[in-house]
């Protein structure tokens, strides 16, 4: 398979697993302002680091991220942890403890995700005897009587506190950052566009049920530069399975339109609040209107106060619903 704009091949050993900013635009400038959109503010999401602070004030920690700031000449800014210094690394974990999974763990667990599902073991792959390594299944999955291809593509998989999505996708294994070919990736939309590709002939009736396949995957992310190399990690895989049923790229609306998907299926949040991350306001002075004029007055935030959940007076953060008509639900209404 011969390379791609945004993706090449693994097969020939030519993957480099940054995808560059620059390449997005070159495709499609609106692809690079639909990944960096956060639905829930109406903005772009923000860096939500200190990491890139000295490259002036536009990175700071609750600046938006901009296209300006990570193309051209800062084209090289966002890249994967696996790239980033051996300092950058270790003080990223201990300060928001991101720890990166190996994609045989990745491929284990989500192992035992298809096993409940199918009802029997190593349905996309069988683990080798070291634990570490792995044979993809031959041949086209076959499925219980009880359940379709289409139930599959269906079945809703969220990924929690994701980094670059090594769950959802395994275009690189994250703490080695050594490609994986497309016959042997692992990740829980990986499956999905397998399946898809398996029993789908036409481009039309392929894109509509990747479409699907995408609107069931889901995933959540503080940092906004892991938040963003996921949401590309997810549209460069979406790409690299169009590219390898029919032998070319999508059409720049199609591409457009799984990455409107990603940008609401993947979104920046507190895992632990469900809310825009620092979005609560917990002991922070403001000015209100009073009877008696301009006040200032400590506000508080009873979420943060007594630990719940529900009562945080910051953003929460809006999912769609693409199975209900596309309807905008909070995120925390669905934790019972």
């Given at each position: 398979?011969?390379?791609?704009?945004?993706?090449?091949?693994?097969?020939?050993?030519?993957?480099?697993?940054?995808?560059?900013?620059?390449?997005?635009?070159?495709?499609?400038?609106?692809?690079?302002?639909?990944?960096?959109?956060?639905?829930?503010?109406?903005?772009?999401?923000?860096?939500?680091?200190?990491?890139?602070?000295?490259?002036?004030?536009?990175?700071?920690?609750?600046?938006?991220?901009?296209?300006?700031?990570?193309?051209?000449?800062?084209?090289?800014?966002?890249?994967?942890?696996?790239?980033?210094?051996?300092?950058?690394?270790?003080?990223?974990?201990?300060?928001?403890?991101?720890?990166?999974?190996?994609?045989?763990?990745?491929?284990?667990?989500?192992?035992?995700?298809?096993?409940?599902?199918?009802?029997?073991?190593?349905?996309?792959?069988?683990?080798?005897?070291?634990?570490k390594s792995w044979q993809s299944t031959p041949g086209k999955i076959d499925f219980?009587?009880?359940?379709?291809?289409?139930?599959?593509?269906?079945?809703?998989?969220?990924?929690?506190?994701?980094?670059?999505?090594?769950?959802?996708?395994?275009?690189?294994?994250?703490?080695?950052?050594?490609?994986?070919?497309?016959?042997?990736?692992?990740?829980?939309?990986?499956?999905?566009?397998?399946?898809?590709?398996?029993?789908?002939?036409?481009?039309?009736?392929?894109?509509?049920?990747?479409?699907?396949?995408?609107?069931?995957?889901?995933?959540?992310?503080?940092?906004?530069?892991?938040?963003?190399?996921?949401?590309?990690?997810?549209?460069?895989?979406?790409?690299?399975?169009?590219?390898?049923?029919?032998?070319?790229?999508?059409?720049?609306?199609?591409?457009?339109?799984?990455?409107?998907?990603?940008?609401?299926?993947?979104?920046?949040?507190?895992?632990?609040?469900?809310?825009?991350?620092?979005?609560?306001?917990?002991?922070?002075?403001?000015?209100?209107?009073?009877?008696?004029?301009?006040?200032?007055?400590?506000?508080?935030?009873?979420?943060?106060?007594?630990?719940?959940?529900?009562?945080?007076?910051?953003?929460?953060?809006?999912?769609?619903?693409?199975?209900?008509?596309?309807?905008?639900i909070r995120f925390v209404d669905l934790i019972k």
């Open positions: 398979m011969p390379n791609n704009i945004l993706v090449p091949s693994a097969e020939d050993g030519n993957l480099s697993i940054d995808i560059r900013e620059d390449d997005l635009v070159a495709f499609s400038p609106e692809v690079l302002d639909t990944l960096l959109r956060d639905h829930t503010t109406g903005h772009n999401i923000f860096w939500a680091t200190h990491d890139y602070e000295s490259l002036g004030d536009s990175y700071g920690f609750f600046s938006p991220i901009l296209p300006r700031l990570i193309t051209g000449d800062n084209g090289a800014v966002v890249k994967p942890r696996v790239m980033k210094s051996k300092d950058n690394q270790t003080g990223r974990s201990k300060d928001m403890a991101e720890v990166f999974t190996p994609s045989w763990i990745c491929n284990a667990q989500n192992n035992l995700i298809d096993e409940a599902w199918f009802g029997r073991p190593d349905v996309f792959n069988t683990i080798g005897a070291d634990n219980p009587d009880d359940k379709s291809w289409k139930d599959y593509v269906r079945a809703t998989r969220l990924e929690i506190t994701c980094g670059e999505a090594p769950y959802l996708v395994s275009r690189y294994d994250t703490t080695t950052g050594n490609p994986i070919p497309l016959a042997e990736r692992i990740g829980l939309l990986d499956r999905k566009l397998r399946i898809v590709s398996e029993n789908t002939e036409s481009s039309g009736e392929w894109l509509a049920w990747a479409q699907v396949a995408v609107q069931n995957c889901y995933g959540y992310e503080w940092q906004g530069d892991s938040l963003l190399l996921a949401r590309e990690n997810v549209l460069a895989t979406f790409i690299d399975y169009f590219f390898a049923k029919f032998g070319r790229l999508p059409l720049v609306k199609s591409v457009n339109y799984i990455a409107y998907i990603i940008s609401w299926n993947l979104w920046q949040m507190d895992g632990l609040k469900m809310v825009v991350p620092c979005s609560c306001k917990d002991g922070v002075t403001e000015k209100v209107e009073t009877l008696f004029g301009e006040e200032e007055v400590k506000v508080n935030c009873p979420g943060c106060q007594q630990e719940d959940i529900r009562k945080h007076n910051g953003i929460y953060c809006l999912i769609r619903d693409w199975k209900n008509d596309k309807k905008k």
